[in-house]
């Protein structure tokens, strides 16, 4: 049972979670209430390109852990798994395991002539995970910029499985749910990027110590913190800006609830996090602005269930 557990913490369970929850309600209160008369097959196959992502994710988490074990055992040494209880040879096992098992899943549903960006994205996913986890993270910036893309590809991925390569290149411009659809998902993946480049940021300044012993060359030190929180700052206050004005923008539609809920559940954490940031100095105050960040950016997927009743 323990060997369980540690393998749920090798798998980051609840970052899995939280990217089957955005992908499902992406699928269901976004493209359903779009695309009323799309037929099971169409769920079975969103089915297949979530249990395709996930596997691949885990692969992710996995590989990032097992190069990580020397920095994660000065920043985080009580969460280390990877030799202390997984067998190193299993772990890489399990990354093997994962990526191929996302790749195999996705040829079962997408034809390779009719979705070969489907499968290009797969592979080129897993290179990524493998590269980020090798080289990126410790380089300056990249790390962050892959992870944030990645991240934003969670989302993005739903919406290019639901069309072949023939269709996107030559889009219907007339069909009013295509456009709709193109332009969610293009606010969430943008929501999503700024979003995970914040806390990204926040990680680093809350593991310098680890990441400054073992050569890595993050945004605090190269810049310093003072430089890293100007950084910060100025994406909060972008994406609260387009927030706010997405907000006067939907006025005139009556969306109330929606807009309440946006002001007290995403705009407010991440003011927050702008307002508490000039006085954070120590790991324990970067920890809790980021756990700020990752509550706006939750709520930001949940609502998408608002979409569901409007749409």
């Known amino acids: 049972m323990k060997t369980f557990v540690y393998f749920l913490r090798l798998i980051r369970w609840p970052n899995l979670v939280f990217i ?7 699928h269901f209160c976004i493209y359903k209430p779009l695309y009323p008369n799309a037929g099971l097959a169409v769920d079975f196959d969103f089915y297949l390109i979530v249990l395709t992502y996930l596997c691949i994710a885990a692969a992710g988490y996995i590989i990032n852990d097992y190069f990580d074990i020397n ?3 000065v920043n985080k040494p009580h969460k280390v798994v990877v030799g202390s209880h997984i067998n190193r040879r299993w772990v890489i096992f399990w990354h ?10 996705s040829t079962v549903a997408f034809p390779f002539k009719q979705y070969w960006h489907i499968h290009l994205s797969n592979l080129l996913t897993i290179l990524l995970l493998w590269f980020y986890s090798t080289n990126f993270k410790k380089g300056f910036l990249v790390g962050n910029v892959v992870i944030a893309v990645l991240t934003t590809w969670s989302i993005a991925v739903v919406y290019f499985s639901k069309f072949t390569f023939q269709q996107l290149m030559h889009p219907d411009i007339k069909d009013v749910a295509n456009f709709r659809f193109a332009k969610l998902m293009a606010l969430y993946c943008a929501f999503a990027f700024i979003l995970t480049l914040v806390r990204e940021a926040l990680k680093d300044m809350e593991d310098i110590d680890g990441d400054q012993k073992f050569g890595c060359r993050t945004l605090p030190i190269i810049w310093g913190l ?29 969306w109330w609830y929606s807009i309440l809920y946006c002001i007290a559940f995403i705009i407010y954490p991440l003011l927050y996090v702008l307002v508490k940031l000039r006085t954070a100095y120590v790991s324990a105050d970067f920890k809790k602005l980021s756990l700020y960040v990752k509550i706006a950016m939750l709520s930001g997927i949940l609502s998408m269930i608002f979409f569901y009743f409007l749409l």
């Open 71 to 73: 920095i994660d055992q």
């Open 20 to 26: 089957l929850l955005a992908e499902i309600l992406f």
């Open 96 to 105: 093997m395991f994962f990526s191929l098992m996302g790749i195999y899943i």
């Open 226 to 254: 003072k430089p890293t929180k100007v950084y910060i700052g100025v994406w909060l206050v972008v994406v609260i800006a387009m927030l706010s004005i997405i907000q006067l923008y939907v006025i005139p539609f009556g």
